[in-house]
């Protein structure tokens, strides 16, 4: 396709693209929560990528894994 980005140009910055998505989406979810009055977000971070999470948000008890959030 003319125009469209090759492989090694979407990897170029790939873990900083990666760390972008990550903080917004944090961003969102804390946004949200607070627009609703929900009181405390625990956020664990995965440091390496076999852990089979990248994010895991804990509020009132519920717990939620996030994987794959660049793909």
């Given at each position: 396709m003319e125009g469209s980005p090759s492989t090694s140009e979407h990897s170029l910055y790939s873990?900083?693209?990666?760390?972008l998505l990550e903080h917004l989406f944090a961003g969102a979810v804390m946004s949200h929560l607070w627009r609703n009055v929900v009181?405390?977000?625990?956020?664990?971070r995965s440091q390496v990528d076999d852990s089979g999470y990248d994010?895991?948000?804990?509020?009132?008890?519920?717990?939620?894994?996030?994987?794959?959030?660049?793909?």
């Amino acid at each position: 396709m003319e125009g469209s980005p090759s492989t090694s140009e979407h990897s170029l910055y790939s873990s900083y693209r990666e760390m972008l998505l990550e903080h917004l989406f944090a961003g969102a979810v804390m946004s949200h929560l607070w627009r609703n009055v929900v009181g405390r977000l625990e956020m664990l971070r995965s440091q390496v990528d076999d852990s089979g999470y990248d994010l895991v948000l804990e509020a009132n008890g519920a717990c939620r894994h996030q994987c794959g959030l660049a793909e």
